[in-house]
């Protein structure tokens, strides 16, 4: 199984998907130590108050005795609810109440203020001494100093609210790396299948290097090929529209005027063969124009097919070979369709016929340029404007106020370029000195 290439979705997906649970892991882990950590120890406050404490349990010992000190105990009780005691260094009470076994065990299980406040759910026991002798106040931590107090809310935090909150973060990336840019798509295709025909998704989706910028570019390039067919084929049936009323008012008018049989059979084959011919171009211009078919490809010696194609013309049009001279070399070969190939220069090469002057020429010559042959047919007609080259190949154009020969629909150089464009070829045209130059890029056999 191949793998998808780097900016593919998956190792997003993946990653996203590691990124969750690398952060997940760690609010569990290492926040949670570090919560720990942070809550172990008394704050430098906590210490102080406890600190104090310890100077009230020395003033009532030394002021009052044991009296003294059985009043601050119950009032520190009363206060904090917590355990405590006075002792000397021997561990007996200072107070007038002995300590009972149990006490005397719990006495050696107690802290200093700097160590740590021992493990969570616990509730440390803290002893401090006092300055001048070696008494000291024992005391349970008071709740309200526990610096665990809160950890109970930070766990809740922690483990649920805030992987909820991460899990709707990474929800909200994958929207905007994947449903958003499928929203677009979808209001984009709706808006296509409505009838508006530049709906485009626009560089923020097509930008992207993975499977949805190429969807999105292959939306694109639908979409304008689409909107591309239907402004040809509603122009071209516009201009076939037009073409054809000619024809159609002509035999009207022999029909209604011409009184002689034979010549109106002249005229009716005439000018259906006409139609049908203008029909014929129009239909394979759109066949070639939205199929886009890939036709057969095959060696062609072009020095042959011109010599095929200008006894064809001169046939019809009584120039001679001479006329239509080929200059290029013998081993000329190119790799394309043979009928594509020969239609497209019989187009080319009856349009610059057409266009010739009296006793004009018109000639095949090219180069090799790598590995692809670049082909030039050029008569000695008065050119085109420069503004115009580019006109000339589209359907239903006639120049023919810049160039004489007014017969024709149009529809040969722009066949021509379509056909030689459907075998991986290209066709432009410059002016010469005089007339005009077809030339023809077609990959070398």
Known sequence: MNLPGRHSLLWRLAGALALFCLLLVSLHVDVGRMLLDTTSYLPESSRQILRDEARQAETAW?????????????????????????????????????????????????????????????????????SDSSARLVMQLPQRLNPRQYNQLWEVLLQRVLPAVLAVVVALLLYRLLIAPLAILRRQAAALS???????????????????????????HMAERLQGTVAFQRKLLRDLSHELRTPLSRLRVAGENERDGDALRQ????????????????????????????????????????????????????????????????????????????????????????????????RLGGRLEGNKWLLCIEDQGSGVAEGELETIFRPFTRLSAARPGGDGFGLGLAIARRMIEAQGGRVWAENGRPGLRIHMHLPAA
């Open 62 to 130: 030394r002021d009052g005795g044991a009296s003294g000190v059985d009043a601050y105990l119950q009032n520190l009780h009363q206060r904090e609810q917590v355990w405590a005691v006075v002792v000397d260094e021997h561990k007996h009470s200072l107070g007038s109440r002995p300590l009972t076994r149990e006490e005397e065990q719990r006495l050696d299980f107690v802290r200093k203020l700097d160590f740590s406040v021992g493990r969570p759910g616990t509730t440390p026991t803290f002893y401090l001494p006092f």
């Open 267 to 362: 005229r009716l084959a005439r000018e259906v063969d006409a139609m049908e011919k203008l029909v014929g171009d129009a239909l394979e211009l759109v066949w070639l124009d939205t199929e886009r078919p890939q036709l057969p490809s095959e060696d062609v010696d072009v020095v042959r097919l011109w010599d095929v194609l200008r006894e064809n013309a001169g046939f019809e049009t009584g120039w001679p070979h001479t006329r239509m001279p080929c200059e290029l070399p013998a081993d000329c070969r190119v790799r394309g369709n043979l009928n594509g190939l020969a239609q497209a220069l019989e187009n080319v090469l009856r349009n610059a016929i057409r266009h010739s002057p009296d006793g004009g020429v018109v």
């Open 194 to 220: 409505a009838g508006d025909l530049s709906a485009r998704l626009g560089p923020p989706v097509t930008r992207r290097r993975d499977e949805l910028g190429e969807l999105a570019r292959s939306f694109d």
